[in-house]
């Protein structure tokens, strides 16, 4: 059997089995046309809060008001015993986010083009951070330096670090500092240069404060991400931070995200609560706040 008669068998199968006769390759000399298809969604970008996917609802509209309140996958509606196709692929999207977030380290370049000064700690990647937690707490001799040298004496410090989350960092961290600083400076409190800090836990603030002495330090830092959203910020607040300090010392405002709370409102608030701290001299269980 020779090559045109194995081609013409192929076709008599296809046809047979009812596939499509085999397209014809386009004249010499012509440019075959592309089919365009419309773009797909972006199914992450759905807010969930007013996706319903229920068939023939009881009540739809008391579930949307319910629905209104969280974020969590309600009214996700079944095709027989299994889930519909949008909601497993807006899981699979949520739960891709989360590890992109986790695992992605940010740039050098973030903290360079935005001025700030960047530090690291003890981790050497983001393996070892994830696997080593003590290392992400502490700084080498070198990064030591670079901080006592930099913010000795500093009454007032804020710090970004990425956390276990830079999503989080790269869409609320610079909002936030900036609204954190404008209410400050109509206290009169100004904040010197602004430190980034790469693999960073929240105990590397107990070490600045042993490095630094400062009164009072505002750690930025990107939340452990969930399939509610891989951008969640969290503030930690500490009046004379030193290692060793209990965790009930630190004031928290956490979700801060453009679901939750936006970087700009939570910002002024955390604002409002450094310069009440100062007053006080106290944060987290130790600070009285009335209302």
Not at 38 to 54: C, F, G, K, T
Not at 99 to 118: C, M, N, Q, W, Y
Not at 254 to 276: F, P
Request: hydrophobic residues 35%.
């Amino acid at each position: 059997m020779n090559k045109e008669e194995l081609k013409a068998l192929v076709a008599q199968m296809l046809s047979e089995l009812g596939g499509t006769q085999t397209p014809k390759a386009p004249p010499k000399g012509t440019v075959q046309e592309e089919h365009s298809f419309p773009p797909l969604e972006d199914i992450s970008q759905i807010d969930l809060r007013q996706q319903y996917l229920v068939e023939q609802p009881y009540k739809p509209r008391d579930f949307l008001r319910l629905k209104e309140k969280t974020p969590a996958r309600l009214g996700a509606g079944k095709a027989g015993p299994r889930y519909k196709t949008a909601t497993l692929l807006r899981f699979r999207a949520d739960h891709a986010a989360a590890r992109d977030s986790v695992f992605r380290t940010i740039g050098e370049d973030f903290a360079k083009s935005h001025g700030l000064i960047p530090l690291k700690t003890r981790c050497r990647d983001k393996d070892e951070y994830l696997t080593r937690p003590d290392l992400g707490r502490c700084f080498d001799e070198v990064n030591e330096k670079v901080i006592s040298s930099t913010w000795k004496g500093t009454r007032v410090m804020l710090v970004i670090g990425d956390g276990l989350s830079s999503a989080a960092i790269e869409a609320n961290a610079l909002d936030c500092t900036a609204a954190i600083r404008q209410g400050l400076q109509n206290e009169g409190i100004s904040l010197d240069k602004i430190p980034f800090v790469q693999f960073c836990r929240v105990g590397a603030s107990d070490h600045i404060g042993d490095l630094t002495g400062c009164e009072l330090l505002c750690l930025l830092v990107g939340e452990r991400p969930g399939l509610g959203t891989a951008e969640s910020m969290s503030a930690y607040i500490t009046y004379r931070p030193h290692r060793g300090i209990p965790e009930a010392k630190r004031t928290v405002i956490s979700n801060i995200h453009r679901q939750g709370i936006h970087a700009v409102e939570a910002g002024a608030h955390i604002a409002s609560l450094m310069t009440e701290m100062l007053r006080q001299k106290a944060s987290g269980i130790d600070l009285r706040q009335e209302g």
